[in-house]
T-cell receptor, first 114, second 113 residues
Framework: DQQVKQNSPSLSVQEGRISILNCDYTNSMFDYFLWYKKYPAEGPTFLISISSIKDKNEDGRFTVFLNKSAKHLSLHIVPSQPGDSAVYFCAASARTGTASKLTFGTGTRLQVTL | NAGVMQNPRHLVRRRGQEARLRCSPMKGHSHVYWYRQLPEEGLKFMVYLQKENIIDESGMPKERFSAEFPKEGPSILRIQQVVRGDSAAYFC???????????FGAGTRLSVL
């Protein structure tokens, strides 16, 4: 049962343009969402997060949008740079009780071309 | 401030041997999480520990796998009698408390021959 889905395995974007990575979730108990970036042979690196009480969070070139009614979030990177080429994971958690685990999507491989 | 440290980075074991994976959390972090990533898949939660206590082990296989986070020293993920299906990347993350961001180590890549 895949509770967090990233339906696009890969995405190619030209340098300087906008990259939009999408993520859908099914569990309505999720109330906190994160994006991680991962290079080969390294661990995931935290990028940006958003609480369910917000619909947008921005940090430099990265913006995350949350649409709770559609159970959908997206990560916008603008402008895209070659160093952004990596696998991007969407993750979600339900921060109730003692719960703290992250549920990850399968990732989207972003390639930023010159 | 050193990040999450995992060792070894690569571990090769033969079927039936034991694998021990170590994780030292970031300074000031007392919450540790272990995740496993199979090829071409996302990370899957295994276990969540706070100093000396297992808080959530809902993702841990019932047999052969165990985890600990002693008062002193790193967290250990132990896999007994490894099988080929245990081959994966194992990532450890730590956080300051359970509501804070989880920061990941570089992982241990386990290969079972």
């Amino acid at each position: 049962d895949q509770q967090v889905k990233q339906n696009s395995p890969s995405l190619s974007v030209q340098e300087g343009r906008i990259s939009i990575l999408n993520c859908d979730y099914t569990n309505s108990m999720f109330d906190y969402f994160l994006w991680y970036k991962k290079y080969p042979a390294e661990g995931p690196t935290f990028l940006i997060s958003i609480s369910s009480i917000k619909d947008k969070n921005e940090d430099g070139r990265f913006t995350v949008f949350l649409n709770k009614s559609a159970k959908h979030l997206s990560l916008h990177i603008v402008p895209s740079q070659p160093g952004d080429s990596a696998v991007y994971f969407c993750a979600a958690s339900a921060r109730t009780g003692t719960a703290s685990k992250l549920t990850f999507g399968t990732g989207t491989r972003l390639q930023v071309t010159l | 401030n050193a990040g999450v440290m995992q060792n070894p980075r690569h571990l090769v074991r033969r079927r039936g041997q034991e694998a021990r994976l170590r994780c030292s959390p970031m300074k000031g972090h007392s919450h540790v999480y272990w995740y496993r990533q199979l090829p071409e898949e996302g990370l899957k939660f295994m276990v969540y520990l706070q100093k000396e206590n297992i808080i959530d082990e809902s993702g841990m296989p019932k047999e052969r796998f165990s985890a600990e986070f002693p008062k002193e020293g790193p967290s250990i993920l132990r896999i007994q009698q490894v099988v080929r299906g245990d081959s994966a990347a194992y990532f450890c993350a730590s956080s300051e408390d359970r509501l804070n961001i989880q920061y990941f180590g570089a992982g241990t890549r386990l290969s079972v021959l």
